[in-house]
T-cell receptor, first 112, second 117 residues
Framework: LAKTTQPISMDSYEGQEVNITCSHN???????ITWYQQFPSQGPRFIIQ???TKVTNEVASLFIPADRKSSTLSLPRVSLSDTAVYYC?????????????FGAGTRLFVKA | EAGVAQSPRYKIIEKRQSVAFWCNPI?????LYWYQQILGQGPKLLIQ????????DSQLPKDRFSAERLKGVDSTLKIQPAKLEDSAVYLC???????????????FGPGTRLTVL
């Protein structure tokens, strides 16, 4: 399973766009890249998943370059409620289900 | 759609005592995961079930931890005996696992916060 490297923490202000980059140099061909968000005293919550190029949903965009050795989660116009820990994971589905590893995550602080 | 249910939400025990946690996944989800999350760290996978079979338990301390999912639905994680370092939040997650080749979304429960004194 590929390990991921993310910044430990980031600060931002309300209304700004936040980009969190994750490095996964040993990503395998069948691996997908997934991002989760975790608030204090709650379990992680799925944000977005992608394999290559760009994926966008109602809350975020995920940019994956051609070599797939890194990815960037983009949060448009953050608010105070986006203060959380963000985890980047890589993993694949096999006959036993989805296998992945959570790293330490990036603590995002959004200020007023 | 009901989410992943876990109980109890909080548990305080003395070291060397036993404790059990219960998880009921989302209906129809074949894959169930138990994670341990120590304060300030990311979740660490303890065991993964596909239906009622174990897929991965490589990080489960088998001398003291055990887990079962007898009918392929709900699951129980047990610690016997507990140590101080077992103080953590124990998270249960489930996923549908219906699409080979695509990592499916995991849905997490609220967790059980265990304090070992």
């Amino acid at each position: 399973l590929a390990k991921t490297t993310q910044p430990i923490s980031m600060d931002s202000y309300e209304g700004q766009e936040v980009n969190i980059t994750c490095s996964h140099n040993n990503i395998a061909t069948n691996d997908y890249i997934t991002w989760y968000q975790q608030f204090p005293s709650q379990g992680p919550r799925f944000i977005i998943q992608g394999y290559k190029t760009k994926v966008t949903n109602e809350v975020a965009s995920l940019f994956i370059p051609a070599d797939r050795k890194s990815s960037t989660l983009s949060l448009p116009r953050v608010s105070l409620s986006d203060t959380a820990v963000y985890y980047c994971l890589v993993g694949d589905y096999n006959t036993g289900g989805f296998k992945t590893i959570f790293g330490a995550g990036t603590r995002l602080f959004v200020k007023a | 759609e009901a989410g992943v249910a876990q109980s109890p939400r909080y548990k305080i025990i003395e070291k060397r005592q036993s404790v059990a946690f219960w998880c009921n996944p989302i209906s129809g989800h074949a894959t169930l995961y138990w994670y341990q999350q120590i304060l300030g760290q990311g979740p660490k996978l303890l065991i993964q079930f596909q239906n009622n079979g174990v897929v991965d338990d490589s990080q489960l301390p088998k001398d003291r931890f055990s887990a079962e999912r007898l009918k392929g639905v709900d699951s129980t994680l047990k610690i016997q005996p507990a140590k101080l370092e077992d103080s953590a939040v124990y998270l249960c997650a489930s996923s549908f696992s219906s699409l080979p080749g695509q990592g499916p979304e995991q849905f997490f429960g609220p967790g059980t916060r265990l304090t070992v004194l």
